[in-house]
Nanobody, 117 residues
Framework: QVQFVESGGGLVQPGGSLTLSCVASNSNFRLGVMAWYRQAPGKQRELVASITRGGNTNYGDSVKGRFTISRDNAKNTVLLQMNNLKPEDTAVYYC???????????WGQGTQVTVSA
């Protein structure tokens, strides 16, 4: 089963930027649709963005125009560039394949993003 390691989180001010990275454990990653999720305290995990093997993307309404998802299949890596961050973006961010995707695997530890003045 594919495993994932997320990194790049931290504390940023509102309006700031941050780039998250996700590295998959094996090459099965490159066969499926990948996604970033987030979970805020007291909230359910939500889908933030997804990207197909060929690079087609989809974004949640709350992050459209601010976040950009990309992938490098040769490096088994997915990135999430986050701009104009808002306090409501504060959450633990995770990557994984979409349900049913060949790339779907175990949930990692995630990486904490905190947006605060």
């Amino acid at each position: 089963q594919v495993q994932f390691v997320e990194s790049g989180g931290g504390l940023v001010q509102p309006g700031g930027s941050l780039t998250l990275s996700c590295v998959a454990s094996n090459s099965n990653f490159r066969l499926g649709v990948m996604a970033w999720y987030r979970q805020a305290p007291g909230k359910q995990r939500e889908l933030v963005a997804s990207i197909t093997r060929g690079g087609n993307t989809n974004y949640g309404d709350s992050v459209k125009g601010r976040f950009t998802i990309s992938r490098d299949n040769a490096k088994n890596t997915v990135l999430l560039q986050m701009n104009n961050l808002k306090p409501e973006d504060t959450a633990v961010y995770y990557c994984n394949g979409l349900p049913g995707s060949t790339a779907s695997g175990s949930w990692g530890q995630g990486t904490q993003v905190t947006v605060s003045a």
